[in-house]
C-alpha cells in the first residue's frame, strides 16, 4: 500500500484517546462508514468500551473482527443500531483478550451450565470454546448497548441479531441474562 494514497484519520475518541481509523481500500462505501463512525462516536460517549484505538474499514471483508486489528464492514451505514452493536461487541473482544484467567473461569461455569452448548453457527460459534466466549461477549455487548441506548432500543437489537447469527448465544443473553451477568461478575470479566 503506498502511503501517498493511505486515508488515516484521526479523531477525538474521549479525553485519553485518539481513535486511528484506516480506509483500507479508499472506496466510497468505506468513507460513508467512517462518517457513521465519527457520527456515532460525537453521539455517544464509548469510551468506557474502548480497549484498542485502531480501527480498519475494509469493504472487501467478509465479516467484523477484532484482531490483528479491529475490522469493520461496510455493510447497514446508516443503521446506527447495528453499527454501534458490531463496533461494541469487536472492542469487548479486545477487553477479554487480556485476561486470560477470568475467561477460563467464566468459560468452565459455562460449560457446567451450558453442557449442550453448540458448536457452530449459526446457532453457536466456530466452536465450544468460542461459543462460551461469545455468552460473555454478547452479554457485555447487550449491556453496553442498554446503558448508550436503553433499555428497549438494547431489546431490539439483540433480538434481530439473534435471527441471523449465535442465534442460541444472543437467546441466553436475553433468557438468562442475570445469571451470565453474575458468573462474569464473579470471575471479575464484567465491565462495570
Known sequence: MKYSLLFVAIFSFNAFAEL????????????????????????????????????????SAKRPHSHPKLTLTVSMPKNDGAFLSQYLHEQIHWFEDSRKTEIKNVIDDFKIKYPDAPIKGPEGARSKFSTYLHLAVCLLEYDALREVLGEEKAHKIISTNSKFFYKWIYQKVLTDTDSIRNILIKHKLYIG
Open 20 to 59: 486511528n481509523v484506516e480506509l483500507a481500500n479508499q472506496s466510497e462505501k468505506e468513507k460513508l462508514k467512517y462518517t457513521q463512525l465519527k457520527r456515532i462516536e460525537n453521539t455517544y460517549d464509548l469510551s468506557k468500551w474502548q480497549f484498542t484505538n485502531n480501527v480498519v474499514i475494509n469493504d
